[in-house]
């Protein structure tokens, strides 16, 4: 009878270990807020077209959903914020066999963001 490899114990909080690792580790748990703001979203929408958008502004307006939705907003915000970091890694862009920095991805994804986000704020807000 012979015996199977030895397999260490598994460590459970390998990413805490690490401040890279614990950021990587946060940013993919920040994508279940990002599902639930897609989901709430839907609902707003539904309620929009059903007809039952007093019902749902009754229950948005409870203190645990503006809760969740102010941690939904951070999470989001962070979530978009390392993925438009994260996009010159992902990306060569070439122009004319000059390879463009980093930052200046980095910056116009981070512009368009924020000028995208000013239009919308505009046409809500007015």
Do not use: C
């Amino acid at each position: 009878m012979t015996a199977g490899a030895y397999r260490p114990p598994r460590d459970r909080v390998w990413f805490l270990r690490s401040r890279a690792y614990a950021l990587f580790v946060a940013r993919e748990l920040t994508s279940l807020f990002v599902a639930w703001t897609i989901a709430y979203l839907l609902l707003l929408i539904a309620a929009v077209t059903g007809g039952t958008l007093q019902e749902f502004t009754a229950l948005a307006a409870r203190p645990w959903m503006i809760a969740i939705n102010v941690v939904a907003l951070a999470a989001t915000a962070f979530h978009t914020v390392t993925f438009l970091n994260l996009a010159p890694k992902a990306t060569v862009v070439r122009l004319d066999g000059w390879r463009v920095p980093a930052f200046m991805i980095q910056g116009g994804n981070h512009t368009m963001w924020l000028l995208v986000s000013a239009v919308l704020a505009w046409a809500v807000l007015r």
